[in-house]
């Protein structure tokens, strides 16, 4: 075992997918809600692999996604494989899930990013 397998976190041991998050750039949908009990947050990595985490607990975990796999949820979603349950959903949520309203989404930095996920968020708009 090398130095940096052993400097590597628990859960990165034998996870092929896992990718340092230290100072990962971390987004979260224009539309999340700081009151909801979760906010999805999601990072892109050079080689194309996401990590998925509640930004509002990160410290339960973080998954990790191929890039075939990431597609494929994509592709699920935009087909409405995800939805939520209307009954579980306000009036507002419900026209935003199906399409009925003209609000856009954007994709927002976290609240929760490092300073150094900041700085390249800044290099990359600039």
Partial sequence: MTDTQQELPP????NEKW?????ALWMRSSL????????VEVAEFDDGFRAVRDGKSSEKGTLFF???EWEAFVLGARDG???IPEEYL???EIKIQRGQTEVEA???PSPLNTPEAMAEYHRRQN
């Fill in 11 to 14: 859960e990165a041991m034998g």
């Fill in 19 to 23: 990718h340092d998050t230290t100072d």
């Fill in 32 to 39: 999340s809600n700081p009151d909801a009990e979760a906010i």
């Fill in 66 to 68: 191929t890039p075939a």
């Fill in 81 to 83: 494989e995800f939805d």
């Fill in 90 to 92: 306000t009036e507002e």
């Fill in 106 to 108: 954007a994709w927002v």
